[in-house]
């Protein structure tokens, strides 16, 4: 009876103690404690902080920017026109960078860019005079050497239609994003295999900034687990192949055209998850969460951009 309650005791000492450790004790620092305020740059359609439209209602990064101020950083998720060039949102970005670091006497940051997001940060560092405020740039999912689903959408649409379908999608993101600027052919323009190309050519990588990716991919046109991109695979896929991309894609952006600086790889996921899409990697609309763990890839992209500040 004895060595019985000795056991149940030790047992509660190290249920206690585990308790303890799993929840910081109230003596583990914040990992992210010390970093570089971390800068969310939203994607294509995405949207950010400021936005007035009742898109806000939802959460683009899936409630990330509040996790990772939860581990000890500062997050800024600025907005930008849903749909817009490169170079217009890159110009959006920095105005609103820049005075939000004055305002809170910030010198440096680290970027983390999905999609889009990262193409105009990109653009931001190396032609509109931010290098020296950028630290790391991160990106995730961005399509670095262009998208055959926009190709595809550009062959599939007639040039004298091209007009009002770009009308007609300007009102109706103008409508749900409360910014009636909105561009949806310079975007379509700037996310195409040749709009890369020559994009690439005049935004080479900035001395001083490092660059970092990270890349997901569907096993296959899963319609269950990918209600909103499954459609989107094989025809990504296709298009990759025929571009010389390769097929593996997220269901809008080849897995090669989302390698940019340092490779980083792709976030680990139960062998009955057909992988991760282009929106479950960074949780937006909260799709991800449910297939692998958004936080842990969060925060290991955090420390890796702190680990190299």
């Known amino acids: ?168 999608i300007n009102g109706l993101v103008g409508l749900v994003y409360g910014n009636s600027q909105q561009d949806a052919l310079a975007a379509m323009n700037s996310l195409r295999t040749s709009g890369m190309n020559a994009f690439n050519s005049y935004t080479p990588n900035a001395s001083g900034v490092k660059y970092y990716s990270y890349t997901s991919h569907m096993t296959w046109a899963d319609p269950i687990q990918h209600p909103l991109l499954w459609l989107l695979q094989p025809a990504c896929a296709a298009g990759g192949l025929f571009k010389g991309m390769g097929a593996s894609n997220d269901g809008l952006v080849p897995v090669s055209s989302a390698k940019w600086g340092t490779y980083k790889g792709e976030p680990s996921y139960a062998w009955y998850v057909s992988g991760l899409d282009h929106l479950q990697i960074v949780n937006a609309l909260y799709s991800g969460q449910a297939y692998f763990d958004v936080e842990g890839f969060f925060l290991s992209m955090a420390q890796n951009a702190k680990n190299n500040q």
């Open 1 to 168: 009876m004895n060595r019985f309650f000795q056991l149940i005791g030790l047992v509660v000492a190290l249920t206690v103690t585990g308790s303890v450790y799993a929840g910081g004790g109230g003596s583990n620092p914040q990992p992210l404690a010390g970093t570089y305020p971390i800068v969310l740059s939203h994607g294509l359609f995405g949207w950010g902080d400021e936005t007035n439209g009742i898109i806000n209602i939802a959460s683009y990064w899936g409630g990330m920017d509040d996790y990772l101020r939860s581990q000890g950083a500062v997050v800024y998720a600025p907005a930008k026109t849903a749909a817009a060039s490169n170079e217009a949102r890159a110009q959006q970005l920095k105005n609103s960078l820049l005075y939000w670091m004055a305002a809170n006497g910030y010198t440096k940051v680290h970027i983390f860019g999905h999609s889009q997001g990262g193409l105009d940060s990109r653009y931001m560092v190396s032609n509109l005079g931010m290098a020296s405020r950028v630290r790391t740039l991160t990106t995730i999912s961005s399509p670095h050497r262009g998208s055959p689903v926009a190709d595809i959408v550009e062959g599939v649409i007639p040039n004298w239609l091209e007009p009002f379908v770009g009308s007609v």
